[in-house]
């Protein structure tokens, strides 16, 4: 199961890295704590972004289908 | 003498119950273990009433305050000559404290677990799993 790995550094930046994701899934998750830290206060401004390899990876749905014979 | 000390927090109107969450973790580590609300910091020539506090005995003040401007900014206040931690010392253990209960409190909302939360010398290090 992919994790989120959040690092909160004494200075109060925060480091977020994606483990196991493949495509951009992970974004989507990061943007989902940013859009939810602010209610909490918290605005966090992205200084630096960095995608992993796996990022790159398309993910794409097959669909079986089933074949009379 | 006197260091009587306000700073700013990167923080905007914040979730009081995680602020006050926040502090009470380094009023542990300050060997207090008490977090009171409404109280007036006082220093050398200065005070300030502030929203919440953690009162200990200072060398020329009564605690550290944090209170909230106008503005929703959040401020920490102390005359922290003599003083364990200095004002910016305060501000960003209480940034980082705050930062990492939100985060938790944040990924729960949205159906996250937490994995793993830990404190490290440099950190804070949460690992989250999505639904």
Known sequence: MPITRIVVKNDGTVQVEGIGYVGGQCLKVLQQLIETLRKYGININIEQQQLKPEAYIETTQVQHEAVEQ | ?131
């Open chain 2, 1 to 131: 003498m006197s260091h009587w000390t306000v700073a700013r927090l990167k923080i905007r109107n914040p979730d009081i119950q995680l602020l006050k969450q926040a502090l009470m973790a380094i009023a542990k580590e300050l060997g207090v273990n008490e977090v009171v609300e409404n109280f007036e910091v006082i220093g050398w020539g200065a005070r300030q009433r502030c929203q919440l506090a953690i009162p200990m005995n200072l060398p020329y003040g009564n605690g550290y305050g944090v209170y909230i401007d106008e503005n929703g900014e959040v401020k920490v206040v102390v005359d922290d000559h003599g003083a364990p931690l200095t004002a910016e010392e305060f501000a960003a253990k209480l940034q980082q404290y705050y930062t990492a209960l939100a985060v938790v409190a944040a990924a729960q909302q949205l159906g996250f677990s937490v994995q793993q939360l830990q404190q490290t010398k440099d950190a804070v290090l949460i690992d989250l799993m999505t639904p």
